[in-house]
T-cell receptor, first 109, second 115 residues
Framework: AQRVTQPEKLLSVFKGAPVELKCNYS??????LFWYVQYSRQRLQLLLR??SRESIKGFTADLNKGETSFHLKKPFAQEEDSAMYYC???????????FGDGTTLTVKP | KAGVTQTPRYLIKTRGQQVTLSCSPI?????VSWYQQTPGQGLQFLFE???????NKGNFPGRFSGRQFSNSRSEMNVSTLELGDSALYLC??????????????FGEGSRLTVL
């Protein structure tokens, strides 16, 4: 079975502070992991995927297979980063994506 | 390209009624997934369709069903509605289940309120 855990429902930081959104997963195969973001009044959209190893809007995420984690990080948070963030794990064989419960990030001025 | 389109956007039903929601994927996308989004439980997977076949199903009762048509459009149906079915129902499309990209493209959702 595949499972994604985001331990923090709410996270609040000040502008310019570092931010880390935690994601842990449980999966017996080789995982494909993603972060999706939902800004206020917008649809859910992909932020980044681990396979690309890229930085999007200053965010990065490293897959740690030993700790089964895929934490999302940004060194200097901006107010426009305030949104709901979902970590997702995709089973490539079955085509199913499992999402965590989400973390609401608030960046205060 | 037009994005994923879901209809209706909002609807209100009463307990015991049934509802049908529609999803038109991005042109060329053949895989469609459905999710239920609630404030308390995040995104819960309902089912996934590819080439008119249900490939995966989440842990929802049999009152929840769906189908996919030959043009990849999908519908989901909820019968005998309960108050707890009130939620935002999201549809997501992707190229194919095995596509390396793996990205899901979401619609804006259908917000169902059950009174």
């Amino acid at each position: 079975a595949q499972r994604v855990t985001q331990p923090e429902k709410l996270l609040s930081v000040f502008k310019g502070a570092p931010v880390e959104l935690k994601c842990n997963y449980s999966y017996s195969g080789s995982p494909e992991l993603f972060w999706y973001v939902q800004y206020s009044r917008q649809r859910l959209q992909l932020l980044l995927r681990h396979i690309s190893r890229e930085s999007i809007k200053g965010f990065t995420a490293d897959l740690n297979k030993g700790e089964t984690s895929f934490h999302l990080k940004k060194p200097f948070a901006q107010e426009e980063d305030s949104a709901m963030y979902y970590c997702a794990l995709r089973n490539t064989n079955a085509g199913k994506s499992t999402f965590g419960d989400g973390t609401t990030l608030t960046v205060k001025p | 390209k037009a994005g994923v389109t879901q209809t209706p956007r909002y609807l209100i039903k009463t307990r015991g009624q049934q509802v049908t929601l529609s999803c038109s994927p991005i042109s060329g996308h053949r895989s469609v997934s459905w999710y239920q989004q609630t404030p308390g439980q995040g995104l819960q997977f309902l089912f996934e369709y590819f080439s008119e076949t249900q490939r995966n199903k989440g842990n929802f009762p049999g009152r929840f069903s769906g189908r996919q048509f030959s043009n990849s459009r999908s519908e989901m149906n909820v019968s005998t509605l309960e108050l707890g079915d009130s939620a935002l129902y999201l549809c997501a499309s992707s190229l194919e289940p095995s596509n390396p990209s793996g990205e899901l493209f979401f619609g804006e959702g259908s917000r169902l309120t059950v009174l």
